[in-house]
């Protein structure tokens, strides 16, 4: 399943090759209303796009992985609670 944020930076690609970051943020805002990120979010993204990275979807992201999982934390928590 495709996140809402990958839809949403697919719809500010295609702002990006129809318009300029002020009009693609007033067209978005009209669309999704105030669940938008901020205007200066738009334009972080057109600079990524100008640079010619024009990837949306979420990149790998760095550090270390996760060595718990959180249901196993849970579970942890609940057999040793806090005196």
């Not at 009209?30 to 979807?57: D, I, L």
């Amino acid at each position: 399943m495709v996140e809402h944020s990958t839809h949403i930076r697919h719809v500010l690609l295609y702002e990006f090759e129809s318009s300029h970051p002020a009009a693609a943020y007033r067209n978005l805002c009209y669309v999704f209303g105030t669940e938008f990120p901020s205007e200066r979010f738009v334009r972080a993204w057109f600079q990524r796009f100008k640079a010619g990275n024009k990837k949306v979807e979420n990149e790998p992201c760095s550090g270390r992985p996760t060595a718990i999982s959180f249901d196993e934390l849970k579970n942890l928590a609940e057999q040793h609670p806090y005196p």
